[in-house]
Antibody, heavy 123, light 107 residues
Framework: QVQLQESGPGLVKPSQTLSLTCTVS??????????WSWIRQPAGKGLEWIGR???????DYNPSLKSRVTISVDTSKSQFSLKLSSVTAADTAVYFC???????????????WGQGTLVTVSS | DIQMTQSPSSLSASVGDRVTITCRAS??????LNWYQQKPGKAPNLLIY???SLQSGVPSRFSGSGSETDFTLTISSLQPEDFATYYC?????????FGQGTKVEIK
């Protein structure tokens, strides 16, 4: 059974860098046609895709956040990570990590998700 | 970015009702459209992928249809556990984008 678990600080000060890690268990992070994504959801609002990483290291980022986002992977620890710099209150949200299974061009979906972790940006 | 628009934003229905939610893409996305169910405090759960393929373990009362820009999620007979928020999501291009959600409430 594939499981993902987010970890990291629940409180970040404005202008600082938000850092989260997602630990994957029950599946090899570097095997198969999988991307590993970060998605966030402000309280009471919809879902926003932040970006993703392939185990070979290639990344795709949401242009709306691209200048502030870095996603990296550590296959030896079966983890991938998110860094979001220069945070403001608008970055307060539940952050999810998810597996993005890519079956073919265009056919991909988020089939496994972490439980989500609330990150609050406040001084 | 491809904009995804769901309708309605919310609906009230009774157990046993047939429920239909629509999702419209701002441009052609072939059949690269997924549906998720989210309950309060939980992560979204994949229901349908590639517009009409039922994810393993998902009850057959859920079905999806559509192509190009217009898509539909149907729940044939609403069950108590189906009261939740539903999201569509396109996988045609990055950035991946979601609809704003449709909340299904008890009438």
């Amino acid at each position: 059974q594939v499981q993902l678990q987010e970890s990291g600080p629940g409180l970040v000060k404005p202008s600082q860098t938000l850092s989260l890690t997602c630990t994957v268990s029950g599946a090899s992070i570097n095997r198969g046609s999988y991307y590993w994504s970060w998605i966030r959801q402000p309280a009471g609002k919809g879902l926003e895709w932040i970006g993703r990483i392939y185990t070979g290291g290639s990344t795709d980022y949401n242009p709306s956040l691209k200048s502030r986002v870095t996603i990296s992977v550590d296959t030896s620890k079966s983890q991938f990570s998110l860094k979001l710099s220069s945070v403001t209150a608008a970055d307060t949200a539940v952050y999810f990590c998810a597996r993005d299974e890519e079956v073919g061009f265009g056919e991909s979906f988020f089939d496994y998700w972490g439980q989500g972790t609330l990150v609050t940006v406040s001084s | 970015d491809i904009q995804m628009t769901q309708s309605p934003s919310s609906l009230s229905a009774s157990v046993g009702d047939r429920v239909t939610i629509t999702c419209r893409a701002s441009q052609y996305i072939s059949n690269y459209l997924n549906w998720y169910q989210q309950k309060p405090g939980k992560a979204p759960n994949l229901l349908i992928y590639a517009a009409s393929s039922l994810q393993s373990g998902v009850p057959s009362r859920f079905s999806g249809s559509g192509s190009e820009t217009d898509f539909t999620l149907t729940i044939s007979s609403l069950q108590p556990e189906d009261f939740a928020t539903y999201y569509c999501q396109q996988s045609y291009s990055t950035p991946r984008t979601f609809g704003q959600g449709t909340k299904v409430e008890i009438k």
